[in-house]
């Protein structure tokens, strides 16, 4: 049930128009919350919340991007939604536009991020006749397909429902951290407004979307003692914990801890920390599945679905009962029955809770308790970075190691579904300046501060479970606009997924992004050719056209490289490139023959043949 609020503030409310039809409504919702920035694509269907996305331009509210195709559009929503902590915002007209929307939303969806996705309608009495684009129960059933890849989808069908139905929408998707869906028909979004006074929002929004330090104190308890009595602790850091991190890491100091992480975890951990041994799931390391074997007493395993990825195909070394699973989700807890205990709650607050009560154990400071591994035990692989003979194409381990090397601090990497994600998420490091181990005072618990991300948060992304080929391309862009004053953006990407979705990169260069596009060339879809290789399955279907990535940036107005060699990424001048106003792409010819570390994807498909 919704509460009305009191009045807002007398700035916000001056700065505030009273909104003159539906969509104006819309868009005072949207700024309300500070969203700056709708992606998508406008036709006849959203057209009175283009009208109103204009007004708001006008008046320094939130404003469209333009994407090249719905998928796109959502696509970096997603990225903006990750980078900044914020809902994010697609839409797309009726009909076929809605539907290219669905593979952003399952993607989304599965991936546990927060999106409004708003889709156009013909106008409510045409329901029925056959308009074009029909999209309600009456033709396509746009409105049933999301609801099936989101938390909540509903047909807005008439302009009293607009803003009862638009902050439950907001809401279920702050509080689910899932994809939400709107269907507007374009009359209903025309509908003018009865005058009211001010404030023109009925609810207060902002103040409704904060997340609630919910936790389960018994269980929360039981860890604590659990923790206590452990001589030996491996913890396993998910993409879940972004908001936790600082008290993640006092906790592992002060329990003695070793960690690893998964592979949407890395971009949240630092590499290079005594401490940690590495990715556990695909193309993870060895020294990782080597600590969780090392029988330890206890396995904390927070912010993590436990999926085909992120627990190495089901493995038997995280699956079982000396398992802990810290997660505020209760369909991810499910998935683990077998473990010791389940902690439920807002990760932060679990955290927070353990420290405080490890911290008054120890007198406030880090016991000495003899549980931190001995020196011999194997720190993190380090991938051979070779460079190769002077004429022979790119090893993909040398370009990460190249990128981790001369790439600045501050960058956000994305790498896309496919052998890109297994070379990052295997080989790229970060330079050992961010995310600092080092606890927090006694008493402070403060990086989670504020409902929004930071944006030195998360240094690598890539997607887990539902993965779609692409989606680093769009979700790229989104990142880079969400936050642009943090550093520049690095895409890494196939030549497969560039074929499906490259004309995002013409969205990076009309907004004037730093984004670096770096696609791996083999000339195939390389996952598949060397799954089947791996597998022994017949080799087909994987083979692309050899195609000079460079000529297709520069017909669209970005500056491109072709990198055929060690000498020619040598020569690159990164400086000049992070320093550019705009998009770069480089075109890396990498040996089509390297094995990309596909083992745990291999494990799955030899498991089920």
């Given at each position: 049930?919704?509460?009305?609020?009191?009045?807002?503030?007398?700035?916000?409310?001056?700065?505030?128009?009273?909104?003159?039809?539906?969509?104006?409504?819309?868009?005072?919702?949207?700024?309300?919350?500070?969203?700056?920035?709708?992606?998508?694509?406008?036709?006849?269907?959203?057209?009175?919340?283009?009208?109103?996305?204009?007004?708001?331009?006008?008046?320094?509210?939130?404003?469209?991007?333009?994407?090249?195709?719905?998928?796109?559009?959502?696509?970096?929503?997603?990225?903006?939604?990750?980078?900044?902590?914020?809902?994010?915002?697609?839409?797309?007209?009726?009909?076929?536009?809605?539907?290219?929307?669905?593979?952003?939303a399952s993607c989304a969806y599965d991936n546990g991020v927060p999106l409004l996705i708003m889709t156009?309608?013909?106008?409510?009495?045409?329901?029925?006749?056959?308009?074009?684009?029909?999209?309600?129960?009456?033709?396509?059933?746009?409105?049933?397909?999301?609801?099936?890849?989101?938390?909540?989808?509903?047909?807005?069908?008439?302009?009293?429902?607009?803003?009862?139905?638009?902050?439950?929408?907001?809401?279920?998707?702050?509080?689910?951290?899932?994809?939400?869906?709107?269907?507007?028909?374009?009359?209903?979004?025309?509908?003018?407004?009865?005058?009211?006074?001010?404030?023109?929002?009925?609810?207060?929004?902002?103040?409704?979307?904060?997340?609630?330090?919910?936790?389960?104190?018994?269980?929360?308890?039981?860890?604590?003692?659990?923790?206590?009595?452990?001589?030996?602790?491996?913890?396993?850091?998910?993409?879940?914990?972004?908001?936790?991190?600082?008290?993640?890491?006092?906790?592992?100091?002060?329990?003695?801890?070793?960690?690893?992480?998964?592979?949407?975890?890395?971009?949240?951990?630092?590499?290079?920390?005594?401490?940690?041994?590495?990715?556990?799931?695909?193309?993870?390391?060895?020294?990782?599945?080597?600590?969780?074997?090392?029988?330890?007493?206890?396995?904390?395993?927070?912010?993590?679905?436990?999926?085909?990825?992120?627990?190495?195909?089901?493995?038997?070394?995280?699956?079982?009962?000396?398992?802990?699973?810290?997660?505020?989700?209760?369909?991810?807890?499910?998935?683990?029955?077998?473990?010791?205990?389940?902690?439920?709650?807002?990760?932060?607050?679990?955290?927070?809770?353990?420290?405080?009560?490890?911290?008054?154990?120890?007198?406030?400071?880090a016991p000495d308790r003899g549980r931190v591994a001995p020196a011999a035990d194997p720190a993190p692989?380090?991938?051979?970075?070779?460079?190769?003979?002077?004429?022979?194409?790119?090893?993909?381990?040398?370009?990460?190691?190249?990128?981790?090397?001369?790439?600045?601090?501050?960058?956000?990497?994305?790498?896309?579904?496919?052998?890109?994600?297994?070379?990052?998420?295997?080989?790229?490091?970060?330079?050992?300046?961010?995310?600092?181990?080092?606890?927090?005072?006694?008493?402070?618990?403060?990086?989670?501060?504020?409902?929004?991300?930071?944006?030195?948060?998360?240094?690598?992304?890539?997607?887990?479970?539902?993965?779609?080929?692409?989606?680093?391309?769009?979700?790229?862009?989104?990142?880079?606009?969400?936050?642009?004053?943090?550093?520049?953006?690095?895409?890494?990407?196939?030549?497969?997924?560039?074929?499906?979705?490259?004309?995002?990169?013409?969205?990076?260069?009309?907004?004037?992004?730093?984004?670096?596009?770096?696609?791996?060339?083999?000339?195939?879809?390389?996952?598949?050719?060397?799954?089947?290789?791996?597998?022994?399955?017949?080799?087909?279907?994987?083979?692309?056209?050899?195609?000079?990535?460079?000529?297709?940036?520069?017909?669209?107005?970005?500056?491109?490289?072709?990198v055929a060699t060690a000498a020619d990424l040598a020569a690159l001048d990164f400086d000049a490139i992070?320093?550019?106003?705009?998009?770069?792409?480089?075109?890396?010819?990498?040996?089509?023959?390297?094995?990309?570390?596909?083992?745990?994807?291999?494990?799955?498909?030899?498991?089920?043949?």
């Amino acid at each position: 049930m919704i509460e009305r609020s009191s009045a807002f503030s007398p700035a916000a409310t001056a700065a505030r128009q009273q909104p003159a039809d539906a969509a104006d409504l819309i868009v005072s919702y949207l700024e309300s919350i500070g969203i700056e920035y709708v992606f998508g694509i406008p036709g006849g269907a959203v057209e009175p919340l283009y009208n109103a996305l204009a007004r708001s331009q006008r008046r320094g509210g939130p404003r469209p991007i333009v994407a090249r195709h719905e998928s796109g559009a959502a696509f970096m929503a997603d990225g903006y939604a990750r980078e900044t902590g914020k809902i994010g915002v697609c839409v797309a007209t009726s009909g076929p536009g809605a539907t290219n929307l669905i593979t952003g939303a399952s993607c989304a969806y599965d991936n546990g991020v927060p999106l409004l996705i708003m889709t156009g309608q013909p106008a409510l009495p045409s329901f029925g006749r056959r308009p074009f684009q029909e999209s309600g129960c009456t033709g396509i059933n746009v409105v049933g397909m999301f609801g099936h890849c989101t938390c909540y989808s509903s047909l807005v069908s008439h302009c009293a429902q607009v803003e009862t139905k638009l902050v439950n929408a907001l809401m279920r998707a702050n509080q689910l951290q899932r994809p939400v869906h709107l269907s507007f028909p374009v009359d209903v979004m025309r509908s003018p407004l009865p005058p009211r006074a001010l404030p023109t929002l009925a609810y207060d929004l902002r103040s409704r979307l904060t997340k609630p330090s919910l936790v389960d104190e018994l269980t929360v308890n039981a860890l604590g003692a659990e923790i206590r009595c452990a001589r030996r602790i491996v913890f396993i850091v998910g993409g879940g914990c972004a908001e936790a991190m600082a008290p993640i890491m006092e906790l592992i100091d002060l329990s003695g801890a070793l960690f690893v992480c998964t592979p949407d975890g890395k971009g949240l951990v630092n590499t290079h920390h005594p401490a940690c041994r590495g990715v556990f799931g695909f193309a993870g390391h060895s020294s990782a599945t080597a600590a969780l074997l090392s029988e330890p007493d206890l396995i904390v395993a927070i912010g993590t679905s436990m999926g085909e990825w992120n627990s190495s195909a089901w493995s038997e070394a995280v699956l079982n009962d000396r398992l802990v699973h810290i997660d505020v989700s209760e369909e991810r807890l499910m998935r683990t029955p077998m473990a010791r205990l389940h902690v439920q709650g807002r990760i932060l607050s679990v955290c927070e809770r353990l420290v405080d009560a490890l911290r008054t154990d120890a007198g406030g400071a880090a016991p000495d308790r003899g549980r931190v591994a001995p020196a011999a035990d194997p720190a993190p692989t380090v991938p051979d970075a070779a460079a190769g003979a002077d004429d022979a194409p790119i090893e993909p381990q040398h370009l990460m190691a190249e990128l981790s090397r001369r790439c600045p601090p501050a960058t956000r990497y994305l790498a896309d579904t496919g052998n890109s994600t297994a070379w990052a998420v295997h080989c790229l490091q970060r330079q050992n300046r961010r995310l600092d181990s080092r606890p927090l005072p006694a008493g402070r618990h403060d990086a989670g501060a504020g409902e929004e991300r930071s944006a030195d948060a998360v240094w690598l992304r890539v997607t887990m479970d539902f993965a779609p080929m692409g989606w680093a391309i769009g979700a790229a862009v989104g990142v880079a606009r969400g936050n642009p004053g943090s550093g520049p953006v690095v895409c890494i990407t196939g030549d497969g997924s560039y074929l499906m979705n490259g004309q995002e990169i013409t969205v990076a260069a009309s907004e004037q992004l730093c984004v670096l596009f770096v696609v791996l060339n083999d000339g195939a879809l390389g996952m598949v050719k060397h799954g089947q290789r791996l597998t022994g399955a017949e080799a087909i279907a994987f083979e692309l056209p050899q195609v000079d990535f460079r000529l297709m940036a520069q017909a669209m107005g970005v500056p491109g490289h072709v990198v055929a060699t060690a000498a020619d990424l040598a020569a690159l001048d990164f400086d000049a490139i992070f320093r550019r106003r705009g998009p770069t792409l480089l075109d890396v010819r990498v040996n089509p023959e390297a094995v990309p570390p596909l083992n745990v994807r291999i494990k799955s498909l030899t498991q089920s043949a």
